[in-house]
């Protein structure tokens, strides 16, 4: 045994997955908990009337360097499983913008000056304000909503509409009015402001279980370590200088654990350890939005402009052509993020309404033949000004956190996610 000991992760979402690896690749044998049947937690591959879906579409950026680093490592090539663009947003009828692989800001520059559906003037402002922000490093005075930080900064027209708002709901999952400001800049930091392929769209290829989760059980079983499906943590307890983990009729002691689960689920598993009195006061705090991922199947041959296309609306938001990335030839996956008009519409309803915006924005298609909608209804924390975000540490000697919530530079990202994972592992081996 290593001289750290035994260690568990508890959940094997993208954190606890990210976690494992780099202590199994560092020689530290661990094994990982996980209360359901497959790894991945909000980012994982279903089967569904037999076809590899997602429980939700996503997609990351060039910017999301950990989560490369770590797939790389586990031989799930990035090279293979994406479709790499330069960020595209297209409404079509409306609004177009394209920013190319050159350094910032020069990037942001020509894509804002080659936008199609602004004004010259709005251009300009927008430009001034990314220049203020680089020049401030990002940080902002005081933590406020986006929607004031933009009222602020004098964002207005199509440029607000169809680029600021839409990016603050993609990446915070939560409406700009509400959302913080200061976590929206980092993204923009990381992002726009990242220059070269940072602001990249990865269109994953394959279904979320095959892009990290599996690769990196196996990763993980084949490095010395064990992952437990179907294998729920029920209580922790103080044992010596260690932990004991109660989870079905076993009791197993180890040495340091991490707590790699959303935070509505860290309560039960505290609650009876005064030492962390403050955490829970601040998870109580929290709130969470919904996604739901509306898939509808079309014609095999069918094919959008562009692997993803923003709809203005009332109801659909964001849609992506499965096919054009490589898989799911003719399904076409509608994104819709944080609460809104679409959450109270039956799945039927929802459907119809988002394949009539589709042909009102792109022109004719034929009724789809199969649709489901997947709503996540805790998809993400809600990510608003001044919310407090725990670290790695706890109060408790060999107890860790990980998990999208504890990485307080980003919303609840993968990204965010493996980064807290990688840190959660450099503290235990630190
Ligand atoms: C529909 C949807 C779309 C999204 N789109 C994007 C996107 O486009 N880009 C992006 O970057 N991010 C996106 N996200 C966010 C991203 O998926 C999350 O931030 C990330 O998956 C969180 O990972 P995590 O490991 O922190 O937590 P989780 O995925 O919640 O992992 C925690 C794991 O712990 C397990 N668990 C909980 N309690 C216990 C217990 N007591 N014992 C054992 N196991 C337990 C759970 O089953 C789960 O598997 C999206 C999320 C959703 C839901």
């Not at 991945?40 to 989560?67: C, F, K, M, P, S």
């Not at 520059?109 to 300009?124: H, Q, W």
């Not at 990335?325 to 008009?341: K, M, R």
């Not at 670290?391 to 504890?406: C, M, N, S």
Request: hydrophobic share 45%.
């Amino acid at each position: 045994m290593s001289c750290l000991g035994r260690v568990a992760i508890v959940g094997a979402g993208w954190a606890g997955l990210a976690c494992a690896v780099e202590l199994v690749a560092a020689g530290i044998p661990v094994t990982v908990f996980e209360s359901a049947r497959q790894p991945g937690g909000r980012a994982r591959a279903l089967e569904i009337d037999g076809r590899r879906l997602d429980n939700g579409q996503h997609l990351l950026v060039g910017a999301y360097g950990e989560t490369l680093r770590l797939m790389r490592r586990i031989g799930a090539a990035p090279e293979r499983l994406f479709e790499r663009r330069p960020l595209q947003l297209e409404f079509p009828g409306y609004f177009s913008l394209r920013v190319p692989d050159l350094p910032a800001p020069l990037n942001v520059a020509c894509g804002l000056f080659g936008a199609r559906g602004a004004s010259l003037g709005e251009k300009l402002s927008a430009a001034l304000f990314m220049q203020r922000l680089k020049r401030r490093r990002y940080r902002l005075l005081r933590d406020y909503s986006v929607t004031e930080w933009l009222d602020a900064e004098g964002q207005r027209g199509a440029l607000r509409r169809y680029l600021w708002e839409p990016l603050c709901l993609a990446a915070l999952n939560t409406a700009p009015r509400q959302a913080s400001a200061q976590v929206f800049a980092n993204v923009l930091r990381d992002s726009l402001g990242g220059g070269g392929d940072a602001a990249d769209m990865l269109l994953p290829k394959a279904d979320l279980g095959r892009l990290f989760p599996e690769p990196a059980a196996n990763y993980v079983a084949t490095h010395g370590g064990e992952v437990r499906l179907s294998a729920r943590v029920s209580a922790l307890q103080r044992d010596g200088n260690g932990w004991l983990l109660a989870s079905g009729e076993r009791s197993e002691r180890f040495d340091q654990v991490v707590l790699a689960i959303a935070p509505q689920h860290v309560p039960p598993l505290l609650i009876a350890r005064p030492a962390h009195e403050a955490l829970l006061v601040q998870l109580a705090d929290y709130d969470y939005e919904p996604i739901a991922t509306a898939y509808l199947a079309y014609p095999q041959e069918t094919r959008l402009s562009c692997p993803m296309l923003g709809l203005a609306g009332p109801v659909g938001q964001w849609v992506f052509d499965r096919g054009q990335a490589g898989g799911n030839d003719g399904i076409l996956a509608f994104v819709l993020s944080a609460e809104g008009g679409w959450d109270e519409l039956g799945d039927a309803e929802l459907c119809q309404r988002l394949h009539d915006e589709l042909v009102a924005a792109v022109g004719p298609l034929p009724a789809p033949h199969w649709q489901r909608v997947i709503r996540e209804r805790r998809a993400t924390f809600s990510c608003r000004p001044h919310l407090p975000r725990p670290g790695q540490q706890t109060a408790e000697r060999g107890l860790w956190l990980a998990g999208d919530y504890t990485w307080g530079e980003y919303p609840a990202t993968l990204e965010g996610a493996v980064r807290s994972g990688v840190a959660a592992a450099r503290g235990i081996l630190g």
